[in-house]
C-alpha cells in the first residue's frame, strides 16, 4: 500500500489495515516521523477526520511494482512535504494525489507551499502522461490540459500578490482583495445541553 502522503484523509484507516492485515505501507522518508506520531495535526483536522493512531510506515523505494504494472515515484512535494506522485508510463496514467485537486484553489492549508506546488506541477510535465486521477475531483482525461490550467492560475495569482504588496496592501488587505467572500459559520445546535459540532456548516 503507497501514500501519496501521510495527512490524515490519506493514512485514518492504515494502523488498522497494517495491525490487521500485516500489509506494508509506503510512505516517503520526510512523512516518516509523523506517521510514529497520534493525531500530528491541528484540531479542526481531527474534528472533522477523527484521530489518526500510530503507525510504521517503510520508506518510499523508487518505482512500485504490483501484479500488473510498474509505478515510478515522483517527489512532487507543495501540498504536503512528501506528496509523492505515481506514473505508468506504459499507459500514461498519473495518480496525482492532492497536488491537483482543482485548477483554482480556493483553499489552501497554512503548511502548503504555493511556490513549491508550482514547481511540482511543472516538473510534472517533464512526464509522459495523458490522463490524471485526483484524489479528490476525480479522473480527469485531459491531464496535461488540467495542470497547466492549475499552473497558469497560480502563476497568476503570484503576479497579483507581488502586485497588491508594491502597491503597499497588507496581507489581510491582499487577502480580502483577492477573495472577498467569506464563509460564515451557523451556529451550532446543542444536543441534550452539548454542543453538536457534527451540523456546523463552514
Known amino acids: 500500500m503507497a501514500l501519496t502522503h501521510n495527512h490524515e484523509d490519506h493514512s485514518g484507516n492504515v494502523a488498522v489495515l497494517v495491525n490487521q492485515r500485516e500489509l506494508p505501507v509506503y510512505v516517503h522518508e520526510l512523512g516518516l516521523e509523523e506517521c510514529f506520531l497520534e493525531t500530528p495535526y491541528p484540531y479542526y483536522r481531527q474534528l472533522a477526520w477523527g484521530e489518526r493512531k ?3 510506515p517503510t520508506k518510499m523505494p523508487d518505482q512500485l511494482t504490483t501484479s500488473h504494472t510498474t509505478w515510478d515515484v515522483i517527489f512532487t512535494p507543495g501540498h504536503a512535504k512528501d506528496h509523492i506522485s505515481l506514473l505508468d508510463e506504459q499507459t500514461g496514467r498519473l495518480f496525482t494525489g492532492d497536488l491537483f485537486v482543482t485548477p483554482k484553489p480556493k483553499v489552501i492549508m497554512e503548511a502548503e507551499s504555493i511556490p513549491e506546488t508550482l514547481r ?3 516538473k510534472l510535465l517533464n512526464y509522459e502522461f495523458s490522463s490524471i486521477f485526483c484524489c479528490h475531483s476525480g479522473y480527469h482525461i485531459n491531464g496535461k490540459e488540467m495542470v497547466n490550467k492549475k499552473i497558469e492560475h497560480l502563476e497568476a495569482l503570484i503576479t497579483q ?6 502597491q503597499g496592501y497588507s496581507i489581510d488587505d491582499i487577502d480580502r482583495s483577492l477573495y472577498p467572500k467569506t464563509i460564515q459559520s451557523k451556529p451550532s445546535p446543542k444536543v441534550n445541553g452539548v454542543l453538536d459540532i457534527s451540523s456546523r456548516q463552514l
Open 54 to 56: 500510530p503507525f510504521q
Open 120 to 122: 511540482s506541477l511543472k
Open 161 to 166: 500578490v507581488h502586485e497588491l504588496s508594491e
